[in-house]
């Protein structure tokens, strides 16, 4: 039998609630601030609309079935939606929640698009979204999104996403994982305007998901073939730094990235310590800075062993002749390390040049001395240790 409710306000008392199987097949159903509708079995939502401002609660096996072509939630809706069971379903169209919960320790599935609009918490669940942007965290806020030891397992057959909106310069934490893996990502934009990111991890060689390993620049040896992550920015162009969280017993140690569509290629990163407990063994972190995250692209990373570890690419020419190549003295990669000096000498040993922190905003033109072959020593803090560079530069003035 079909059941249609309207709720103006159902206030929980301590030895009674109320108990409903829920199909709305056009009815707007009032949920006030002081009120709690448990529900132990299926909702199916055909037509109609919820306000809620008071608390949902969902208890057993059962499905949410979101058959409308409209929204469920009424966008003025303030309350809570809990899910507690140890098996739970989701089909049929997207919803929009407003506080969106996953209780305890169950296992979500989500075979259709679900929204948390104002938090999402997934305290100790799985929720296993099963294509991509199939969850998505709305606010922008990074204390949106809580949990214990809960996980979004992006791992399935057709890899799922997680995708959050930002707006702020702070971490924004993707808790990725698959059954048997854990590896969280944390992404810090720049500045504090609009972007949006979606985060798979999947716990496959990538060679299955269209990333040969065979495709690979000299610099780079071998490839994890356990696992990878997929970035894919939906919206926004700040700049992003990215952190793969990862055990300190990880065999891989440096990152790579798909580029060109072609071929895996090292991408500079920084092996940092994890001081959060993300997650058991999650205790090393591989800071991307600047990743490369063009709209509306899959950008694939994956852990890698690199045959030349230095991260810095030295030109050993240029000529500052005024034609807008090669110009000033390029030390690639060099902004990502400031803590730098850099000293440069002529054949006779008299200091020419010298910068603290020498970066692409002030490379060296050599406008103070005449065409000839100069000799810099360079030292750059990596990874908390001192390394020094030396070398010769020739420098050509028409």
Do not use: C
Request: no cysteine.
């Amino acid at each position: 039998m079909k059941k249609q409710f309207y709720f103006i306000g159902i206030f929980l008392l301590q030895s009674s609630a109320l108990f409903a199987q829920i199909f709305n097949d056009g009815v707007k159903i009032f949920i006030d601030k002081d009120a709690l509708l448990y529900v132990n079995s299926a909702l199916n939502h055909k037509a109609g609309e919820i306000l809620n401002n008071g608390q949902m609660l969902f208890e057993g096996n059962f499905q949410w079935e979101n058959y409308s072509n409209n929204k469920v939630f009424d966008l003025a809706s303030t309350g809570t939606v809990t899910f507690n069971a140890a098996r739970f379903g989701f089909s049929g169209n997207a919803t929009n929640f407003p506080h969106l919960i996953f209780k305890g320790k169950g296992v979500y599935y989500l075979k259709a698009k679900v929204e948390a609009r104002l938090s999402l918490d997934l305290d100790d669940s799985e929720v296993q979204p099963v294509f991509s942007e199939a969850l998505s965290l709305i606010n922008p806020s990074p204390q949106s999104l809580a949990r214990k030891n809960g996980f979004v397992n992006t791992s399935l057959g057709s890899d799922g996403s997680f995708l959050r909106y930002m707006s702020a310069n702070q971490d924004y934490l993707f808790p990725v994982g698959s059954g048997n893996l854990m590896r969280f990502v944390s992404i810090t934009p720049k500045d504090a305007n609009n972007n949006a990111i979606a985060i798979t991890f999947i716990d496959r060689d990538p060679t299955t998901g269209g990333y040969s390993r065979l495709s690979k620049t000299k610099s780079v040896t071998e490839i994890n073939d356990a696992y990878y992550h997929v970035l894919k920015r939906t919206n926004g162009n700040s700049g992003l730094d990215v952190a793969f969280h990862i055990s300190s017993a990880e065999k891989f140690t440096s990152l790579v990235a798909w580029v060109k569509n072609t071929q895996w290629d090292r991408t500079l990163s920084t092996n940092t310590s994890n001081n959060i407990a993300l997650a058991p063994g999650l205790t090393q972190a591989l800071l991307h800075k600047n990743a490369d995250l063009p709209l509306g692209s899959n950008s694939a990373f994956a852990l890698a062993q690199i045959s030349n570890a230095n991260p810095l690419e030295i030109y050993n020419a240029f000529s500052p002749d005024g034609d807008g190549k090669n110009d000033t003295w390029e030390v690639k990669n060099i902004d990502l390390f400031p803590d730098n000096d850099l000293k440069i000498f002529d054949r006779s040993g008299n200091l020419v040049y010298r910068a603290n922190g020498y970066n692409s905003a002030k490379y060296w033109d050599g406008q103070n001395v005449q065409s000839g072959t100069y000799v810099y020593i360079l030292r750059v803090k990596i990874d908390g240790v001192d390394q020094f560079f030396k070398g010769s530069i020739t420098m050509v003035k028409n």
